[in-house]
């Protein structure tokens, strides 16, 4: 952290009106009014540096979020595998726990139209990397007209305290949601919500697949996650809408949920 070292306004303002016995009165009586005419403009530059000095320090801390209120069109290149989405690939510039290699570095794609929102420092684990006790949320994206999604990520000690554990080992799909849920929903978890659970595996990764209904959540009525363990965290893939947003968008939102891997 940058520090500021004060100098006393006694040394800086400090002048001498004493004259020599043999000096002449009218040459002592200018040196001293020449001397505090200069005060003003001294107290002057003190006061904008005063106020220059927190402006500069706020402008050396790191940005909480490289987020960006455009389409992610406008900055993210097309996927490979279809033109009518773009590609997110997470890079350590992007979150404190990527910075921190605390997160295995991940993608997936979005619409074009879709924006890239700011999370709040508290929310993002920039506080307590590379060891945090709870859940953190490492990126968000949404369109108020088809949904939202989020890539949550919990420290593995709370599931289990096995290192370096699989999501095979932290159990069935239907124990770890269970822990998991509330994540998803932004409040609570019933397991009656959900209706369908998968497991798919894309090389050597595994990932646990869900879809539930849950018209009592902050995240929307319909979510859809994926979840996976790699070092020591459990990543969780949520995407989230309303019953208007499901109707005109679930295809484009379960594209997006499937595009998911580290």
Not at 5 to 11: D, E, G, M, R
Not at 19 to 37: G, H
Not at 218 to 223: A, E
Request: hydrophobic share 35%; aromatic share 8%; net charge positive.
């Amino acid at each position: 952290m940058a520090t500021a070292t004060l100098v006393p306004t006694s040394k800086i303002f400090s002048s001498s009106t004493k004259c020599p016995a043999l000096n002449k009165a009218r040459t002592c009586v200018s040196v001293a009014s020449s001397q505090q005419q200069q005060l003003p403009r001294r107290r002057e530059l003190l006061l904008k540096s005063a106020v220059a000095i927190p402006a500069i320090l706020q402008l050396k801390e790191a940005p909480i979020s490289e987020a960006r209120e455009v389409d992610v069109g406008s900055f993210l290149p097309p996927s490979p595998s279809d033109p009518n989405f773009v590609l997110f690939k997470a890079k350590p510039s992007d979150t404190p726990a990527l910075r921190a290699g605390n997160v295995q570095p991940y993608q997936f794609v979005l619409p074009p139209n879709w924006k890239q929102l700011r999370i709040a420092n508290i929310l993002s684990g920039n506080y307590c990397q590379p060891k945090c006790a709870e859940p953190w949320i490492e990126v968000k994206f949404e369109n108020e007209k088809q949904g939202k999604v989020q890539v949550v990520a919990s420290p593995l000690i709370r599931l289990t305290n096995k290192p370096n554990a699989t999501i095979e080992d932290l159990g069935e799909p239907e124990k770890v949601i269970a822990s998991l849920g509330p994540f998803v929903t932004g409040n609570s978890y019933d397991s009656d919500e959900l209706l369908n659970t998968s497991i798919e595996k894309i090389g050597d990764q595994t990932y646990y697949k869900y879809v539930l209904e849950t018209p009592f959540a902050l995240t929307g009525s319909h979510n859809l996650a994926k979840a996976t363990a790699k070092g020591n965290t459990v990543v969780l893939f949520v995407v989230s809408a309303t019953e208007k947003q499901w109707q005109s968008s679930q295809k484009t939102l379960q594209a997006i949920l499937d595009s998911f891997q580290l």
